[in-house]
């Protein structure tokens, strides 16, 4: 049994839908609130930080002990070019650049995210979250 084709409209729901979920992470990550960055992915959500790629963090729990465990900063991310492709009714990746400010005297990092996102019972959220820096200082 095959999805039936997603209606335009569906199709720009979910774009926006997923689109709001990169916005909200930059928000709730600048304000420091870290159950509600991680409560944007599922259960099961993996989670790479831009400055440790290879360093994958694997379900909710883990990834807002992660946070937790962060020194407190004042941050400013700034995030752009964001493309959503929906795969399904259920499904979809994005790609974002991100730019991240964390001081008046240290220069911005440049990166990217590669998202996977998936649609559960609590809306849409981040089954996968990919970083990594293009430009360092």
Do not use: K, Q
Request: charged share 20%.
């Amino acid at each position: 049994m095959t999805d039936a084709p997603l209606t335009d409209e569906a199709r720009r729901a979910i774009e926006a839908d997923c689109a709001r979920l990169i916005n909200c992470y930059a928000n709730l990550n600048d304000a420091g609130d870290w159950a509600g960055v991680a409560a944007l992915y599922a259960e099961d959500g993996l989670m790479t930080r831009p400055t440790a790629p290879d360093a994958p963090i694997i379900g909710r729990d883990a990834i807002l002990a992660a946070f937790l465990a962060r020194p407190a900063r004042t941050t400013r991310h700034l995030c752009g070019n964001i493309v959503i492709d929906v795969e399904s009714a259920t499904t979809a990746r994005g790609a974002s650049a991100m730019l991240l400010f964390t001081s008046a005297t240290a220069p911005p990092l440049i990166g990217s995210f590669n998202d996977r996102f998936v649609l559960t019972e609590a809306g849409w959220r981040f089954a996968e979250r990919r970083g990594a820096i293009t430009f360092a200082p």
